[in-house]
């Protein structure tokens, strides 16, 4: 699977973002999706996942309330909805995918930058 995100840029504190990811594969229903993130200097840290149904979704305590991780099997897409944005979210933005083996498949990042 191929995984392609997109919708990052530079916002305001306050503002919104939608990111997008964008996957390849007929079985992409079947996989568990994730959003991580990684800021300059930082690791790389979990954000928010959802399972292959979207009935289940997990998020990073730092997140919980503001975003917002969907799916659409369909479009093989998944989405985070960011809301309440602050400065301290500013980092490259990774989705994921879990085929069955932990977080293998990884996109290429996109820029999320939030001014104050």
């Known amino acids: 699977v191929q995984l392609q995100a997109s919708g990052g840029g530079l916002v305001q504190a306050g503002g919104s973002l939608r990111l997008s990811c964008a996957a390849s594969g007929r079985t992409f229903s079947l996989y568990r999706m994730g959003w991580f993130r990684q800021a300059p200097g930082k690791e790389r840290e979990f954000v928010a996942a959802i399972t292959w149904s979207g009935s289940s979704t997990y998020y990073a305590d730092s997140v919980k309330g503001r975003f917002t991780i969907s799916r659409d099997n369909a479009k093989n897409t998944v989405y985070l909805q960011m809301n309440s944005l602050k400065p301290e979210d500013t980092a490259v933005y990774y989705c994921?995918?879990?085929?069955?083996?932990?977080?293998?498949?990884w996109g290429q990042g996109t820029q999320v930058t939030v001014s104050s």
């Open positions: 994921a995918a879990d085929i069955g083996s932990g977080w293998s498949r």
